[in-house]
Antibody, heavy 115, light 107 residues
Framework: QLQLQESGPGLVKPSQTLSLTCTVS??????????WNWIRQTPKKGLEWIGN???????NYNPSLKSRVTISIDRSKNQFSLKLRPVTAADTAVYYC???????WGQGTLVTVSS | DIQMTQSPSTLSASIGDRVTVTCRAS??????LAWYQQKPGKAPNLLIY???TLESGVPSRFSGSGSGTEFTLTISSLQPDDFATYYC?????????FGQGTKVEMK
């Protein structure tokens, strides 16, 4: 059974870069068949899929964020990461990492964009 | 993007009630639909995938149906642990999109 844990700064200044890492335990990120996803949630917009990456490194992004998002994978550390730049207050959200089609989720991490 | 619209937004019900939540897609998604339950401060928890397949470990009082553009989540007999917010999600076309949620609250 996989366990996912998000980590990264809880406060980011406007115009800077939001960087989060999802550490996978209980299995290998190179296991075939999973997509490794980032999803965020705000009270106003609800759940928003940000994008995903396959263990091959192929990515898919939400067009609404595509110009600002990069998702990468580090097989040696069993991690995948999210970078979002530049950020605004509208990017304040709880960010989750998750897997599909077997559904595992991290506990979520609140990222606040504020000066 | 495929828009997912849930109804109602809030549902008041009592223990033992049969509860139905509807999710409509703006275009056909075949049966590539998932349902999640979320409790405050927790990540969503997958209940159903492929519109009607119960995730392992999910109580059998939960069921899903539908295909194309209209889907339902039914709780046959509402239990205390079921008061939560429920979301549908399509995963047939990127970007994957979610409904806005249905909060099931105590009447």
């Amino acid at each position: 059974q996989l366990q996912l844990q998000e980590s990264g700064p809880g406060l980011v200044k406007p115009s800077q870069t939001l960087s989060l890492t999802c550490t996978v335990s209980g299995g290998s990120i190179t296991s075939g068949g999973y997509t490794w996803n980032w999803i965020r949630q705000t009270p106003k917009k609800g759940l928003e899929w940000i994008g995903n990456i396959y263990q091959s490194g192929n990515t898919n992004y939400n067009p609404s964020l595509k110009s600002r998002v990069t998702i990468s994978i580090d097989r040696s550390k069993n991690q995948f990461s999210l970078k979002l730049r530049p950020v605004t207050a509208a990017d304040t959200a709880v960010y989750y990492c998750s897997t599909w089609p077997v559904s595992y989720w991290g506990q979520g991490t609140l990222v606040t964009v504020s000066s | 993007d495929i828009q997912m619209t849930q109804s109602p937004s809030t549902l008041s019900a009592s223990i033992g009630d049969r509860v139905t939540v509807t999710c409509r897609a703006s275009q056909s998604i075949s049966n590539w639909l998932a349902w999640y339950q979320q409790k405050p401060g927790k990540a969503p928890n997958l209940l159903i995938y492929k519109a009607s397949t119960l995730e392992s470990g999910v109580p059998s009082r939960f069921s899903g149906s539908g295909s194309g553009t209209e889907f339902t989540l039914t709780i046959s007999s509402l239990q205390p642990d079921d008061f939560a917010t429920y979301y549908c999600q399509q995963y047939t076309i990127y970007p994957w999109t979610f409904g806005q949620g249905t909060k099931v609250e105590m009447k």
